[in-house]
Each structure stands twice: as C-alpha cells, then as structure tokens.
C-alpha cells in the first residue's frame, strides 16, 4: 500500500512537470514571435488589452469646458469606437476590389466584384476588427489602434497596415500582427487650451477588407488644478527647463527667476530664452533678475521656462547659477529644487 502511495506520487508531479512544459510552451512562442516581430517593424507590439488606460473615462457626455483629467490618475477622456469587416470571399483578392461588407459601422455596405489577379485579396474569408482609441495627457495627444482577427481562411497570420494621422502628421505602420497595437502622438506645446480641437483620421488596409474613419474630431480635456509646485530638468545645470504647477490660473502673472552668477544675457535689457518667451534683464549687483508676464496654467508641465546659460567663472571655479523664482511676488522654491551650481573647467 506504502509503495502504491509513493508510485502515486511520482505520476502526480510527473503529470505536474509534463502540463507545466506543455503551457509554457506557447507562451514562449509567442514571446518569441512579439520579438521577431518587433525587431522587424519600426513600432513596438502591444498586446490589446493593455493596462494603459484603466482609469479611462467616457469621452461622450463629458465637457472640456468643465471636466479636466486629474494628474497622475491615468482618468483621460478617451474616444473609442470599433468596426468589423468580413471578406466573403468571392474576390480573391485586388486590394479594395474584393467582395465585402463592414459589420458594426454607420455605413454598412457591400462592394462586390473580383480583384486583380496577383495581388494580396481584402476578403477571402477574413474577419478583422479595428478599435481606435483617441486621448489627451498634458503634453501630448494620442491616437491608439488595435488590430484583431476574429476569423480566417486561407490567409494564416494576416498582416496589415495601419495609417494614424493627427492634425496632418501621418504615421504609417506595415506588417501589423494581429493581436497588436499601434499608437501616434502629437505634441501638443505650451499653448494649447481646453477645448481645442485635433482633428485624425484612422486606416487599416491587407489583412482583410480596408477599413477607415475619415475627418475623426477630438476636443482636449484641461489638467485640473493641484497644489503650486516647481520642479525643473537640466544635464549640464547650463541647459535648464523649469516647469511651474500653479494651484489657480494666473492671468498676467508675474514670474521672476533669479541667476546670480552667469554672464550677460539678452541685449538692451531683453532676453529671448530658447522657448520663445522675452524677459525683462535687470541686473542687481552681481545677479541677473528675469522678468517674465503672461498667464499660467494649471497641471503639472502645462508652463514651462526655458534658459540656456554661461557660467560667470571670476569668483570661483564654480559658478550659482540659479537661487530662486516667484510667481507675483510669492517665493516658489522648494525642497526639490536646490540651487544649480555649475563647474568651471
């Protein structure tokens, strides 16, 4: 009975062992195929079903003159919507030419006919899906595209290509695996405000019937306040780029930051920084005050402000760069932003 137990045993972990192989098998496949896949293409393979976009709230029924996306919480307004096409099979092939019909779309149709001979069919029993989703952060806009093969025959592993544009910046993808997703974003600068509008169109064509939105709109969601903050990003403490949160919007703001000890900047009192914004240059004694007024946003890195310095090296062999900044007279230095000191070779 004892010896039974033990033979027992060693089949329970061998059948353990043998499924274990067995199920990761495939998963390593399809590592692989990703990674092939990937080093192939220009664009990296999401799996669809990322968690990007978790927090996502509902584009329709929200107002970008009111609602505005929390910092930090991933809760962007996306806009999505999602179509089936079907080849039935009578093309063959010929591009845009063979017979199908779109499922799941305002203007379900049919285009029948035969496709040109030689050329890879839109039909032939292939069934695709096509989801873009289409959100603002506080930099950028972004249009995501997810490709999924529902059903096919004859054509294993269909390929496609997709094409993003965004306000006329066109993004195009070759080769797209199915169960991949592709993204394009556009930069939205320091200028843009709530309720501007991005206009993007989405195309998907091979690897089943083309399917297509033509002259798509969106209109951008604000940052919605949060505590005044500053924080700033510099390689060489020369190059440096400071970014302000304010807890309120500011109209005709006034902002001053303080550089103790770089040489002159600008000429006849006015400075022009690399972001295009013009300072007022009032030198006190050894320091260079700057001037800046115009309006502030609210949200993490909706203002920024840009310098590019040299280092007045005649004390010392190094140089304080930058001390201090206000916004309307109120010091906004913080623990996270020490004073910037550079080296003097």
């Given amino acids: ?148 093969i529902l059903a096919e025959s004859g054509h294993p592993n269909p390929k496609t290509t997709i094409k993003i544009s965004i306000n006329g910046d066109l993004a195009e993808f070759n080769e797209v695996s199915k169960g991949s997703t592709v993204s394009h974003s556009f930069p939205l600068g320091d200028d843009w405000e709530a309720c501007d ?26 940052i919605c306040c949060a505590p005044a903050s500053l924080s700033y990003q510099t390689e060489d403490n020369l190059n440096i780029k400071f970014f302000y949160n304010s807890s309120e919007p500011l109209e005709d703001a006034v902002v001053q930051f303080t550089f103790p000890q770089i040489m002159p900047l600008g000429e006849n009192g006015t400075y022009t920084a690399p972001d295009g914004k013009v300072y007022d240059v009032n030198s006190k004694g050894k320091s260079s005050v700057l001037t800046w007024i115009g309006d502030v946003r609210c949200g993490p890195g909706r203002t920024s402000f840009q310098f590019s310095v040299l280092p007045d090296c005649k004390a010392s062999g190094k140089a304080v760069i930058w001390t201090s900044a206000t916004v309307n007279g109120v010091d906004v230095k913080n623990k996270m932003t020490p004073n910037i000191v550079a080296g003097c070779n």
Avoid at 25 to 49: C, R
Avoid at 121 to 140: F, H, L, P
Wanted: aromatic letters at 10%; hydrophobic letters at 30%.
């Fill in 197 to 222: 509008m991005m206009e993007f169109s989405v195309e998907s064509h091979g690897g089943g019937p083309k399917v297509s939105w033509v002259d798509e709109t969106y209109y951008l969601f604000d």
């Fill in 1 to 148: 009975m004892k010896a039974f137990n033990t033979n027992l045993w060693w089949l329970a972990v061998l059948g353990l062992t043998l499924g274990a192989c067995s199920y990761m098998g495939p998963y390593e496949t399809v590592d692989m195929i990703n990674e092939q896949a990937s080093a192939k293409s220009e664009f990296n393979l999401i799996p669809i079903g990322s968690q990007r976009l978790l927090n996502a709230r509902e584009y329709e029924g929200a107002d970008c003159a009111s609602d505005c996306i929390v910092a930090g919480t991933g809760e962007y307004f996306v806009k999505t919507d999602s179509k089936i096409a079907e080849g039935d099979g009578t093309g063959g092939g010929g591009g845009d030419h063979g017979g199908h019909h779109e499922v799941g779309t305002t203007d379900t149709h049919e285009e029948g006919g035969g496709g040109h001979d030689g050329e890879e069919g839109e039909g032939g029993g292939v069934k695709k899906e096509i989801v873009y989703r289409a959100y603002n952060t506080a930099s950028e806009f972004i249009v995501e595209v997810d490709y999924n």
